[in-house]
């Protein structure tokens, strides 16, 4: 197996807040391969957000703060960085798109100059070299007429097009690391549809390696080859996504899985529901933060954290009483 | 046939929009000839995608705004022609949940006072009564009777939705239009609140038009549904014909674009070229056909007349088979 391109060892991120320290990323291990898309899946408040703006370290300090952990990117940990040689690797070898493209596009500027800013950062090239390069990329991500295109302000597009600027100023230095933070998520379905397969096709052509924060299983089950499901800042299960989807052995897995609707369940009858919500991130309970909400906790999961360990087929589970294999003694 | 509760009948809504200089007055429709019905106890999904439509529709359908033409009715009664105060006492009887339950609860205002206002304006229950009512809707609802007294701030997203769903209860309404009402929640509670919504239209009777961009939601919920693009309802059918045997491009591929939780499915999907056109210009023919993998040159210059396959199944488009 390859050496991964980039690692996240013990991750722990937190915020100081009026209420007290709350801990949104708690030990959150993570490995991504040349090529692969891993997705981190996760409901709100998971941590699946801070784990991605720590890597980059794009999150402002204090209020929060990397308390431990490493990253390691081509074997380098990022955290011993100075922000002169992070500056260099951003936007570069790792590059990131967000959720929203109006909020990361500066309104104020043609597109294809802020394609051309990430150029003239990173690379020694000529006005007309870059220009070419701006064209190039722009037809990369299937946006029409590149010529007219680049001297649009961010309005002028439509969120999708919007959403290919973003992902060509992302691709702009052929990264090695591309972090994807619900990239598609404001968009209608039809128009996700086409930024899915322009994601998966970039993907292919370079190579690269892409780390999808998504809240879609649908998504996940369609882009993935691996998946890790964070829960109130832990990685509580990860595997294949075959795995994940066909047996999941968390239980909170099991649950967010029963709780969408499709064309198996039952039609205008009550879904599957996890009970309850979120436990409060600044005093978390003791032992596992999902047994409140649990159909399978035991005495043991009030007192013990379950730790990650390999269950079924080598995906790893953080769970004292996992779901065991469909079709074998008590599946539900 | 027995009247259906609302029925709607080539309901058009346009908007005047600013163009450029010169006072050049473009319009807008949003809405164009819908027709549409919702019988007692029953849902009706309306989906599409963003600019459609479909909340528009759903605006009309209470007269929280004016059509331009077309008939609204309600019970029976025409809503273009009550007065005043015969539309405001028509209002208990249809009542609306909105997709965001931070915008659209008054954080001056407790639960309580949110949820007893209704019954209060229209001197329904005052005092005691109104109190004992409000602490019945919250438990309908599944919340507790101490929360009457907070505030919205102090609630998490499901939570406000259940206020709303409540406040929407309060006058026993015959109709709930839901636009968009778990599209901001996590899938954990955006289920909790599904189920409770089944369950309040069992218990009630309610009957909804629920609107949605989440077509695995609307599948459901509802027992017809009609798909909007442009303005127009391009297909309509009951559930399980729409989703198994879609009669529209358009809803074939909004159909395979939803990604399923289930990995290599090897399902095709259709992925649509470029973006929907601006409602302002809408293409000549049919307004699909810049987008449509199956267009021909009939399509350029004909707008295909929304028909009736059978069955209750009508469809927008000059290859479905009539």
């Given at each position: 197996?390859?050496?991964?391109?980039l690692?996240?060892?013990?991750?722990?991120?937190?915020?100081?807040?009026?209420?007290?320290?709350?801990?949104?990323?708690?030990?959150?291990?993570?490995?991504?391969?040349?090529?692969?898309?891993?997705?981190?899946?996760?409901?709100?408040?998971?941590?699946?957000?801070?784990?991605?703006?720590?890597i980059l370290r794009?999150?402002?300090?204090?209020?929060?703060?990397?308390?431990?952990?490493e990253i390691l990117f081509?074997?380098r940990d990022l955290r011993a960085l100075?922000?002169?040689e992070l500056?260099?690797l951003?936007?570069?070898?790792i590059?990131?798109?967000?959720?929203?493209?109006?909020?990361?596009?500066?309104?104020?500027?043609?597109?294809?100059?802020?394609?051309?800013?990430?150029?003239?950062?990173?690379?020694?090239?000529?006005?007309?070299?870059?220009?070419?390069?701006?064209?190039?990329?722009?037809?990369?991500?299937?946006?029409?007429?590149?010529?007219?295109?680049?001297?649009?302000?961010?309005?002028?597009?439509?969120?999708?097009?919007?959403?290919?600027?973003?992902?060509?100023?992302?691709?702009?230095?052929?990264?090695?690391?591309?972090?994807?933070?619900?990239?598609?998520?404001?968009?209608?379905?039809?128009?996700?549809?086409?930024?899915?397969?322009?994601?998966?096709?970039?993907?292919?052509?370079?190579?690269?390696?892409?780390?999808?924060?998504?809240?879609?299983?649908?998504?996940?089950?369609?882009?993935?080859?691996?998946?890790?499901?964070?829960?109130?800042?832990?990685?509580?299960?990860?595997?294949?996504?075959?795995?994940?989807?066909?047996?999941?052995?968390?239980?909170?897995?099991?649950?967010?899985?029963?709780?969408?609707?499709?064309?198996?369940?039952?039609?205008?009858?009550?879904?599957?529901?996890?009970?309850?919500?979120?436990?409060?991130?600044?005093?978390?309970?003791?032992?596992?933060?999902?047994?409140?909400?649990?159909?399978?906790?035991?005495?043991?999961?009030?007192?013990?954290?379950?730790?990650?360990?390999?269950?079924?087929?080598?995906?790893?589970?953080?769970?004292?009483?996992?779901?065991?294999?469909?079709?074998?003694?008590?599946?539900? | 046939?027995?009247?259906?509760?609302?029925?709607?009948?080539?309901?058009?809504?346009?908007?005047?929009?600013?163009?450029?200089?010169?006072?050049?007055?473009?319009?807008?429709?949003?809405?164009?000839?819908?027709?549409?019905?919702?019988?007692?106890?029953?849902?009706?999904?309306?989906?599409?995608?963003?600019?459609?439509?479909?909340?528009?529709?759903?605006?009309?359908?209470?007269?929280?705004?004016?059509?331009?033409?077309?008939?609204?009715?309600?019970?029976?009664?025409?809503?273009?022609?009550?007065?005043?105060?015969?539309?405001?006492?028509?209002?208990?009887?249809?009542?609306?949940?909105?997709?965001?339950?931070?915008?659209?609860?008054?954080?001056?205002?407790?639960?309580?006072?949110?949820?007893?206002?209704?019954?209060?304006?229209?001197?329904?229950?005052?005092?005691?009564?109104?109190?004992?009512?409000?602490?019945?809707?919250?438990?309908?609802?599944?919340?507790?009777?101490?929360?009457?007294?907070?505030?919205?701030?102090?609630?998490?997203?499901?939570?406000?939705?259940?206020?709303?769903?409540?406040?929407?209860?309060?006058?026993?309404?015959?109709?709930?239009?839901?636009?968009?009402?778990?599209?901001?929640?996590?899938?954990?509670?955006?289920?909790?609140?599904?189920?409770?919504?089944?369950?309040?239209?069992?218990?009630?009777?309610?009957?909804?038009?629920?609107?949605?961009?989440?077509?695995?939601?609307?599948?459901?919920?509802?027992?017809?549904?009609?798909?909007?693009?442009?303005?127009?309802?391009?297909?309509?059918?009951?559930?399980?014909?729409?989703?198994?045997?879609?009669?529209?491009?358009?809803?074939?591929?909004?159909?395979?674009?939803?990604?399923?939780?289930?990995?290599?499915?090897?399902?095709?999907?259709?992925?649509?070229?470029?973006?929907?056109?601006?409602?302002?210009?809408?293409?000549?023919?049919?307004?699909?056909?810049?987008?449509?993998?199956?267009?021909?040159?009939?399509?350029?210059?004909?707008?295909?007349?929304?028909?009736?396959?059978?069955?209750?199944?009508?469809?927008?488009?000059?290859?479905?088979?009539?």
């Amino acid at each position: 197996m390859t050496a991964p391109v980039l690692a996240v060892r013990d991750l722990r991120t937190s915020f100081a807040t009026p209420r007290g320290k709350l801990v949104a990323v708690d030990g959150v291990d993570l490995e991504l391969r040349k090529g692969e898309t891993l997705c981190v899946v996760g409901e709100s408040g998971c941590g699946k957000s801070v784990t991605a703006l720590s890597i980059l370290r794009l999150l402002p300090e204090p209020p929060a703060q990397i308390e431990r952990g490493e990253i390691l990117f081509e074997g380098r940990d990022l955290r011993a960085l100075g922000a002169e040689e992070l500056r260099a690797l951003r936007g570069n070898r790792i590059a990131m798109i967000f959720q929203e493209p109006m909020t990361s596009l500066n309104p104020v500027f043609r597109v294809g100059d802020q394609i051309e800013e990430a150029l003239r950062v990173h690379r020694s090239l000529s006005r007309t070299e870059r220009e070419a390069r701006v064209i190039e990329l722009l037809e990369l991500v299937g946006i029409p007429e590149p010529r007219a295109r680049m001297r649009d302000y961010p309005h002028q597009l439509s969120g999708g097009m919007r959403q290919r600027v973003m992902i060509a100023m992302a691709l702009a230095n052929d990264p090695a690391v591309l972090i994807a933070d619900e990239p598609t998520t404001a968009l209608d379905v039809t128009i996700q549809a086409q930024i899915l397969e322009l994601l998966e096709s970039l993907k292919k052509r370079f190579d690269m390696a892409v780390l999808f924060i998504t809240h879609d299983l649908g998504v996940v089950a369609e882009t993935g080859q691996r998946v890790a499901v964070l829960y109130a800042g832990r990685v509580v299960e990860t595997g294949t996504v075959e795995q994940i989807f066909a047996a999941p052995q968390h239980p909170y897995t099991r649950g967010l899985l029963d709780s969408l609707p499709s064309a198996r369940t039952k039609a205008r009858e009550s879904l599957r529901v996890i009970p309850g919500r979120v436990p409060d991130l600044v005093a978390r309970p003791a032992g596992c933060s999902f047994r409140e909400r649990c159909t399978r906790a035991v005495s043991r999961c009030a007192s013990e954290d379950p730790a990650l360990t390999v269950g079924r087929g080598g995906a790893l589970v953080a769970c004292h009483n996992p779901v065991p294999a469909p079709g074998a003694g008590d599946a539900r | 046939m027995t009247q259906s509760l609302l029925s709607l009948r080539g309901l058009t809504k346009s908007f005047a929009v600013g163009r450029g200089g010169l006072g050049r007055r473009a319009r807008l429709f949003a809405a164009r000839d819908v027709d549409l019905a919702v019988e007692p106890g029953e849902t009706v999904g309306l989906v599409g995608e963003s600019g459609c439509g479909k909340s528009t529709v759903a605006r009309l359908a209470l007269r929280l705004i004016e059509p331009d033409s077309g008939e609204i009715h309600f019970e029976g009664r025409d809503l273009r022609k009550l007065s005043r105060s015969e539309l405001r006492a028509m209002r208990r009887r249809m009542q609306i949940v909105f997709q965001d339950p931070f915008a659209s609860l008054n954080p001056r205002m407790t639960v309580g006072e949110t949820i007893g206002e209704g019954p209060r304006v229209h001197g329904i229950a005052s005092g005691a009564a109104l109190e004992s009512r409000v602490s019945e809707l919250l438990d309908i609802v599944g919340l507790g009777p101490e929360v009457a007294s907070r505030y919205p701030h102090e609630f998490s997203g499901g939570q406000r939705q259940r206020i709303g769903i409540a406040r929407a209860l309060a006058l026993e309404p015959a109709l709930v239009v839901a636009d968009e009402p778990v599209s901001s929640l996590d899938v954990s509670i955006q289920a909790q609140i599904l189920n409770l919504l089944l369950e309040l239209q069992k218990r009630f009777r309610l009957a909804y038009l629920f609107i949605s961009h989440d077509l695995r939601v609307v599948r459901h919920l509802s027992r017809r549904v009609a798909v909007m693009y442009l303005g127009r309802i391009v297909e309509h059918a009951p559930v399980e014909t729409l989703y198994a045997r879609p009669q529209h491009p358009y809803t074939e591929a909004l159909l395979s674009a939803v990604p399923v939780p289930e990995p290599g499915a090897g399902r095709k999907r259709i992925v649509l070229a470029g973006d929907v056109p601006s409602p302002i210009a809408p293409p000549p023919g049919c307004p699909f056909h810049p987008r449509c993998p199956k267009a021909f040159d009939r399509c350029r210059v004909e707008r295909p007349e929304l028909r009736e396959l059978g069955a209750g199944h009508f469809s927008a488009c000059h290859l479905a088979p009539y």
